[in-house]
């Protein structure tokens, strides 16, 4: 089951929550908050796979029991997330989010006794008796971030979604006999690097939070995703896999493609899923059936202003606002030495005690590579190379540890005018 909230909805919570800080702030109602978001959600998703297995209509007990919580408030799953907690609450619709009828003191009590508890008994006996895996997915969290207009209550909303989502898996694992816990039930939650990173600084137990980063080093990884993505939308059925050289020309291989993708390209999958989106779109118009290195260069410019601007919406501690930073590289050349970025870190306004955070930042986001002598430049591609990175410049301090020479991604070169 995915749980996908929309931009709009994750701002209104934070402008519902921060009109009602006290609320907020009290007796983990944040994490039932989210709880039952999650709860409502699967208990949907359990309803419809019923409704679906059962054209008969004879259902075991706990099935009933989960279609009659559904048709006992079947309009409360038609309404939006910020709508279902106002119904939640008793509250004067969302536009007004100023008059709270319910006590401020009482309502997270209430829930945990009365909803919560009901919704996820019905789960885990749902799970136990019918003997299914239950996975939560929670994704598109970073929508609102760069406009969040209070960032640390952001942050804390999203870090009371991890703890539910913790607590969640633990619930359902447990009420599941031994030999079935392991793999049955998860709550998985995919958040940006630099949003994970507020979060743990502000959590209390920082260490008990178990990340997995993912990450793409490989770019011929990233062409089979998109292979897939086309084989499944214009293949035929009968084919079983894809073959770029069948849209490729002659003078332009798969090595070419291979190689084009992994210089020109940040190696994650919305990048080269927005860039072949371009690269289609423009043969498509010129009545062009194959790609080659002409079509492929014509979406540079439209890749790099949306490069661009996913990383104006990143945000980190030292460099509050990217945006400005990002353009003050506007104009230069791409390849700068130390002296050059720290002039350029100055006009942004970063102080100069915090340069080699700031350049760190750059480098994780892959905005920035770093000299490596006679054999180039080299990006953070991987974590471990990212903080070798990180290590090398941190030596720089006082003009110690060499010269050091960096460039800017050649993703972000068109849309800066950057000159070689």
Do not use: C
Request: net charge neutral.
């Amino acid at each position: 089951m995915q749980l996908l909230p929309k931009h709009y909805e994750l701002d209104q919570i934070l402008k519902f929550l921060s009109t009602h800080r006290r609320l907020a702030t009290e007796g983990y109602f944040m994490e039932r908050l989210w709880k039952y978001i999650v709860y409502s959600e699967v208990l949907f998703a359990i309803s419809e796979r019923i409704r679906m297995g059962r054209p008969t209509g004879i259902v075991s007990r706990i099935e009933s029991a989960v279609l009659a919580h559904i048709d006992n408030d079947v309009e409360l799953f038609q309404l939006s997330l910020p709508h279902r907690i106002v119904r939640l609450l008793e509250l004067q619709p969302v536009e007004s989010l100023a008059i709270i009828v319910v006590g401020e003191g009482t309502i997270s009590a209430q829930l945990h006794r009365t909803q919560l508890r009901d919704m996820n008994s019905l789960i885990s006996t749902y799970l136990n008796e019918q003997r299914v895996r239950l996975t939560v997915q929670v994704d598109r969290l970073d929508g609102t971030w760069s406009q969040a207009h209070d960032r640390d209550l952001m942050t804390d909303i999203l870090l009371a979604l991890v703890e539910a989502g913790r607590d969640m898996w633990r619930s359902w694992s447990n009420a599941l006999p031994g030999g079935r816990r392991q793999g049955s039930a998860g709550v998985t939650m995919f958040l940006r690097s630099d949003i994970y990173e507020s979060i743990q600084k502000r959590s209390p137990e920082a260490h008990k939070l178990n990340p997995e980063l993912l990450y793409w080093d490989d770019a011929s990884l990233l062409l089979d995703v998109i292979g897939r993505r086309i084989s499944a939308s214009v293949v035929p059925a009968d084919v079983e896999t894809f073959d770029w050289n069948t849209i490729l020309t002659k003078g332009f291989a798969y090595s070419d493609l291979q190689s084009f993708v992994d210089v020109n390209l940040l190696l994650r999958p919305r990048d080269v899923i927005y860039y072949f989106d371009k690269v289609i779109s423009f043969a498509v118009e010129h009545r062009r059936n194959k790609i080659d290195r002409r079509t492929m260069n014509a979406a540079r410019r439209a890749y790099s202003e949306y490069a661009l601007s996913a990383l104006s919406a990143e945000w980190n501690p030292v460099v509050e606002d990217t945006e400005t930073l990002v353009w003050s590289f506007i104009g230069r050349s791409a390849a700068l030495q130390r002296e050059e970025l720290d002039e350029i870190l100055r006009e942004a306004g970063v102080p100069d005690n915090r340069h080699v955070e700031a350049i760190g930042f750059l480098i994780e986001t892959g905005f920035l590579g770093l000299g490596a002598n006679a054999r180039g430049h080299r990006f953070g591609t991987t974590p471990t190379r990212a903080l070798s990175m990180r290590q090398q410049v941190g030596r720089h301090r006082g003009g110690k540890g060499g010269k050091q020479s960096f460039v800017v991604h050649p993703a972000f070169r068109e849309s800066l005018d950057l000159t070689a």
